[in-house]
């Protein structure tokens, strides 16, 4: 038994970059800001770039502060987006990381 709660050992035992993907998609945001350590540990150990690029930009959209519309800055939620097509293309199966 590891030391893991059970939800960060699904992305451990993930097989490829399309359930790693699938994971970070489903995954409560609440889990991503409170388990970051070992979410990035496990994304870098497989090497899933794309996941740690939408990562980063998942955690940035939820740690920025917030205009007085409520949302973040217009740069961060296009950046979140972005990144978020290309996670949901890789879970689809539709595309292999990285390729254009």
Same mark, same amino acid.
């Given at each position: 038994?590891?030391?893991?709660? %059970? *939800?960060?050992?699904? !992305?451990?035992? #993930?097989?490829? $970059?399309?359930?790693? +993907?699938?994971?970070?998609? &489903?995954?409560?945001?609440?889990?991503?800001?409170?388990?970051?350590? %070992? *979410?990035?540990?496990l !994304?870098?150990? #497989?090497?899933? $770039?794309?996941?740690? +690029?939408?990562?980063?930009? &998942?955690?940035?959209?939820?740690?920025?502060t917030?205009?007085?519309?409520?949302?973040?800055?217009?740069?961060?939620?296009?950046?979140?987006?972005?990144?978020?097509?290309?996670?949901q293309?890789?879970?689809?199966?539709?595309?292999?990381?990285?390729?254009?």
């Amino acid at each position: 038994m590891t030391s893991m709660l %059970p *939800i960060i050992e699904e !992305l451990a035992d #993930a097989p490829d $970059h399309k359930a790693r +993907a699938r994971w970070l998609l &489903e995954v409560p945001l609440a889990v991503i800001i409170r388990d970051q350590v %070992p *979410i990035h540990r496990l !994304l870098s150990a #497989a090497g899933f $770039h794309d996941g740690l +690029a939408y990562f980063a930009a &998942e955690i940035s959209a939820l740690s920025a502060t917030r205009g007085r519309d409520g949302l973040a800055p217009n740069t961060i939620r296009m950046t979140r987006e972005y990144a978020r097509i290309g996670i949901q293309i890789i879970a689809r199966g539709g595309a292999e990381e990285g390729a254009a």
